[in-house]
């Protein structure tokens, strides 16, 4: 068993005062000896004095080894084997290292630097004692730092025993890590309940208000109450922001201060995911006259856009009155065609995008009725995996942002003057109502400002590094495999309308006061079909027609309409017709390998013996004349002669329209064309047939009532 003195920590003036060998007889002298010795700095062998008064504790190992002999000797022997008493613990340190640290961190920044200056102080003292000695390096460095020594004595035993990397945390001043106690004057608990019931309502009273509610009813009850301005301090210190967003501005409040997820793009590719949305413009667009209607349309136009998500680049848009699946389709169509089938689309959960005949058969579509009998929608049966941003909430679809730059670039337009509208009710401009945008011009500007977003350069998104979107999107768009529609594919997106019935005769089918017709209808002639169609293009496009079971039977132009007097349109029509009924002829021919003669032929050969005759054994009496047949009239030459000029003059009508319609003549130029016709007429110069049937049909169109528009506006500058 190691023998140990009787007492093992001793302070300085308990060692002045036993009076052992080798070491000071004063408090003073030994506090002199433990800071050259630099005792304090050795771990385990020095501790702080617990207890009033404070000071430090030395081991006796850490004494001279005459004084530690001296204190063995004087140590009385053991009368029998005892169980060693442990060591003292060294008394714990105020702050532990990883207290002292978070208390460090919570510090004001100039509280900080001072303990900064405390500590290369200290480091100036560390270096010079080597050559002059510590007491030497204190007086020295207290005199250039222009503090007293006693000072830099004192930040040396705040030091004292802790790890060189931590005194940062140790040198700062004290009187920091003291809490602030502060008198605290208390109310009754009930008047703070009725303060915070009060103030914390969705109606968001004024804290003065429900601070005066609270005091009257306080002073009826005899409440301890407190100033307003203190109460303001204890709810502001008691309730946290959140709670009351919460509770005066509610959940939709609250969720505007929890971070956005900011989502990474970089990762994706061109047509991985597009997202789809409506946009209201703020701005009175006026519809062209409809037949029929006595006043035309004015209203806020709805903008349907598809974006690709990677890229940033709206790749398609449709306009309309409202809201609606039409829309939505012949937009997804615009852009399927003219870049490629998406590999998810995320789209809002409207009526408008959760119809059947786009998203039908979806897993994940919860608006109307789901069976399992619905056909699959457009982007199902394109393969498309379908994605709901979540309801109310901008941020998950990034073609807010989008729409928020078009808000400006595009409904505040110097050439929108007047139809604006204002973002909000409360925001009306002082012209609102004095104008409204003719349609055609409200599109091109659309159009021009879309472009304008696509192709803007400096964009600042995590792919575009300053390039533009639409050059993001070509780039990469190169090199990434994409899906093409068939043909058969880009007729999922067209307009179905049901109830349709083919003529009788023909197979023509009226539609919408046009006529759609190919010499195969022949076959559908008095059946139900199913037409598609591009209501935008319903004169060039023509109809797709179905049979009733959804089968696809082909393709149905339009069939112009001829002038009732003239023969050259007769002509053309009754050429068409001969054409037609040549190659319906030759069909025949084809299936009719067998003449009549032949026919006759074999069936002589293969006639039957004749039977014997059977005699009738009882005979009917006949009483009276037998009633006297009509005769049926038997077609002339002179009636087949007027059926083939009637039918003449309709192939003519046919071919002269035909004929007129160049497909290389724009809006513009076939309006130039009627307006010379026009100005012609007024002058007195005479017209041809043909010329003055044109112009009276085409006056009938709405193509011609929107071009007349903008002549009105702008005169003859519009034709460039």
């Given amino acids: 068993m190691t023998a140990t003195p009787a007492q093992e920590w001793w302070t300085a003036a308990e060692i002045a005062a036993a009076g052992l060998p080798g070491l000071p007889g004063s408090k003073f002298g030994v506090n002199l000896l433990a800071d050259r010795l630099t005792w304090r700095a050795q771990p385990g062998l020095a501790r702080r004095r617990t207890g009033r008064g404070g000071g430090w504790e030395y081991s006796w190992r850490l004494?001279?080894?005459?004084?530690?002999?001296?204190?063995?000797?004087?140590?009385?022997?053991?009368?029998?084997?005892?169980?060693?008493?442990?060591?003292?613990?060294?008394?714990?340190a105020p702050l532990s290292r990883d207290e002292a640290w978070a208390w460090f961190e919570r510090l004001p920044e100039a509280v900080q630097g001072r303990a900064r200056a405390r500590l290369l102080t200290i480091q100036k003292v560390e270096a010079l004692e080597r050559g002059m000695g510590r007491f030497l390096a204190v007086h020295e460095v207290a005199r250039l730092e222009g503090v007293a020594p006693r000072t830099v004595w004192a930040w040396l035993a705040l030091v004292e025993g802790v790890r060189v990397d931590d005194r940062?945390?140790?040198?700062?001043?004290?009187?920091?890590?003291?809490?602030?106690?502060?008198?605290?004057?208390?109310?009754?608990?009930?008047?703070?309940?009725?303060?915070?019931?009060?103030?914390?309502?969705?109606?968001?009273?004024?804290?003065?208000?429900?601070?005066?509610?609270?005091?009257?009813?306080?002073?009826?009850?005899?409440?301890?109450?407190?100033?307003?301005?203190?109460?303001?301090r204890r709810l502001e210190a008691e309730v946290s922001v959140m709670t009351r967003v919460l509770l005066r501005k509610g959940v939709e409040a609250l969720k505007a201060y929890y971070p956005a997820q900011t989502r990474d793009k970089s990762a994706l590719a061109p047509l991985e995911v597009v997202n789809a949305d409506f946009h209201k413009y703020d701005v009175f667009v006026e519809w062209p006259l409809e037949p029929g209607q006595e006043k035309a349309y004015v209203g806020r136009p709805q903008m349907v856009?598809?974006?690709?998500?990677?890229?940033?680049?709206?790749?398609?848009?449709?306009?309309?009155?409202t809201p609606n699946r039409v829309a939505v389709a012949l937009a997804a169509g615009d852009m399927i065609e003219a870049w490629g089938i998406p590999g998810h689309v995320l789209m809002d959960n409207g009526r408008e995008f959760a119809a059947k005949a786009l998203t039908g058969g979806a897993p994940t579509r919860y608006r109307f009725k789901v069976r399992d009998t619905d056909p699959p929608g457009l982007f199902v049966a394109l393969g498309c995996e379908i994605h709901w941003a979540t309801p109310y909430s901008g941020q998950s679809k990034p073609i807010e942002r989008a729409f928020r730059d078009l808000c400006d670039s595009i409904a505040k337009d110097p050439r929108f003057d007047g139809a604006w509208t204002g973002n909000r009710p409360e925001a009306k401009p002082e012209d609102y109502g004095s104008r409204a945008v003719p349609l055609e011009q409200f599109l091109r500007?659309?159009?021009?400002?879309i472009e304008e977003h696509n192709t803007r350069q400096g964009r600042r998104s995590e792919v575009a590094h300053g390039r533009s979107f639409a050059d993001v999107f070509d780039e990469a768009y190169a090199r990434v495999p994409i899906r093409r529609a068939t043909q058969e594919q880009r007729r999922l997106w067209l307009l179905g309308a049901e109830g349709?019935?083919?003529?009788?005769?023909?197979?023509?089918?009226?539609?919408?006061?046009?006529?759609?017709?190919?010499?195969?209808?022949?076959?559908?002639?008095?059946?139900?079909?199913?037409?598609?169609?591009?209501?935008?293009?319903?004169?060039?496009?023509?109809?797709?027609?179905?049979?009733?079971?959804?089968?696809?039977?082909?393709?149905?132009?339009?069939?112009?309409?001829?002038?009732?007097?003239?023969?050259?349109?007769?002509?053309?029509?009754?050429k068409a017709r001969r054409e037609w009924m040549r190659r319906e002829k030759d069909a025949a021919a084809a299936h009719r390998r067998f003449a009549a003669v032949d026919l006759g032929g074999l069936l002589d050969a293969t006639a039957p013996a004749p039977a014997a005759p059977v005699e009738a054994k009882v005979v009917r009496a006949t009483f009276g004349a037998p009633d006297a047949r009509r005769a049926r009239p038997i077609p002339t030459p002179e009636a087949d002669v007027v059926l083939d000029a009637v039918m003449q003059g309709i192939a003519a009508d046919i071919s002269f329209r035909a004929a007129l319609e160049d497909k290389a003549e724009t809006e513009v130029d076939r309006f130039r064309r009627a307006l010379e016709l026009e100005r012609a007429a007024a002058r007195g110069d005479p017209?041809?047939?043909?010329?003055?049937?044109?112009?009276?049909?085409?006056?009938?169109?709405?193509?011609?009532?929107a071009q007349r528009v903008i002549h009105d506006d702008f005169g003859d500058a519009m034709f460039g």
């Fill in 168 to 232: 940062l945390a140790y040198l700062a001043p004290r009187h920091r890590a003291a809490p602030r106690r502060r008198a605290k004057v208390h109310c009754d608990p009930s008047f703070m309940d009725l303060v915070k019931s009060d103030y914390l309502r969705l109606a968001q009273p004024s804290f003065t208000s429900a601070y005066r509610r609270a005091v009257r009813i306080a002073a009826a009850q005899d409440w301890a109450t407190l100033p307003e301005r203190t109460m303001r």
């Fill in 445 to 449: 500007v659309v159009a021009e400002g």
């Fill in 63 to 92: 004494l001279p080894e005459a004084a530690q002999t001296a204190l063995l000797r004087a140590a009385p022997a053991p009368a029998a084997p005892v169980e060693p008493v442990p060591e003292a613990e060294p008394a714990p």
């Fill in 687 to 705: 017209l041809a047939d043909d010329q003055r049937h044109w112009l009276g049909r085409y006056r009938e169109t709405a193509e011609y009532r």
């Fill in 500 to 574: 349709v019935r083919a003529q009788a005769r023909s197979g023509l089918i009226r539609f919408l006061d046009n006529e759609y017709w190919a010499p195969w209808m022949g076959e559908i002639a008095g059946e139900p079909v199913v037409i598609r169609f591009d209501p935008a293009d319903l004169w060039d496009a023509g109809l797709h027609v179905y049979d009733a079971e959804g089968l696809y039977l082909g393709h149905a132009p339009i069939k112009a309409r001829g002038q009732f007097l003239s023969l050259d349109e007769a002509r053309i029509h009754a």
């Fill in 305 to 321: 856009a598809f974006q690709d998500v990677f890229s940033g680049r709206i790749l398609a848009w449709r306009v309309d009155q």
